[in-house]
Each structure stands twice: as structure tokens, then as C-alpha cells.
């Protein structure tokens, strides 16, 4: 089985190889964009598919270490895979929610800094 996937995986990445070797470039960008796009599509489904495998190996108390070499990841990733914390970074929220009662300009107080900065150069 993981020489099929071995054999599998290896085919993906010499058609993505291939699409570099396109040589009228509109042609190639053309196709990039597709590929882009079909990622893009089935990234979250590709991600939920492989935490599914970590989650279920974490139940059988297979280690971070084993699982990251099963699945060909740092142990690191694993770990965040397991937490939920393995998705795209532009499909995470760039700041925290901020604690209830608690309201902010959104600049992190740096408008007293820009006077003050702006006051020095003066």
C-alpha cells in the first residue's frame, strides 16, 4: 500500500512538474489557475480527511512521533492537526475576539504614538 501511495503521490507531483514546463506562458499561467482552483477547492476536505486519520491513530494511543512519520509531517503538525489548528492560514481569523465589555480602537493604541511621533519631527 505505500509504495501505491508512494507511486500515486509521485505521479501528482511530475503533472504539477509538467505544468512549469508549459511554454507559452499564458497557456501555463492558464493552467496554474486551474490547479490553484482545484486545490483551493479541496483543501478543506483534503484537511478534514487527514485530522479524521490523526484523530482516529490518537484514540488507538498510536504517539505524536509515529503518527508524524506515518503521515510524513513534523511532529508539531501532528499535534496541531490533532487540536484543530492545521488549516490555512487565510482561513483563520487574523486577531482574537476581544473578551466581552472590553472595546479598543482596532490600532492597538497607536494613535498616541503617531502624535507623538509626528510631534518629534516638527
Known amino acids: 500500500m505505500a509504495d501505491e501511495l508512494a507511486e500515486e503521490t509521485q505521479k501528482v507531483i511530475e503533472a504539477l512538474k509538467g505544468i512549469e514546463e508549459i511554454e507559452d506562458p499564458v497557456a ?7 490547479v490553484l482552483k482545484y486545490v483551493e ?3 478543506p476536505k483534503w ?3 487527514r485530522r479524521a486519520v490523526v484523530l482516529n491513530l490518537r484514540a488507538e494511543n498510536v504517539s505524536y512521533r509515529r503518527i508524524a512519520s506515518m503521515i510524513k509531517v513534523s511532529l508539531g ?3 496541531s ?7 490555512a492560514w487565510r482561513t483563520k481569523a487574523r486577531t482574537k475576539p476581544k473578551p466581552d465589555g ?9 494613535e498616541q504614538a503617531g502624535g507623538s511621533a509626528s510631534d518629534a519631527n516638527t
Open 102 to 110: 472590553q472595546e479598543g480602537s482596532g490600532n492597538g493604541g497607536d
Open 47 to 49: 484537511r478534514e480527511l
Open 81 to 87: 492537526i490533532e487540536r484543530g489548528h492545521a488549516g
Open 41 to 43: 477547492k479541496r483543501e
Open 77 to 79: 503538525t501532528v499535534q
Open 28 to 34: 501555463r499561467a492558464a493552467a496554474i489557475s486551474e
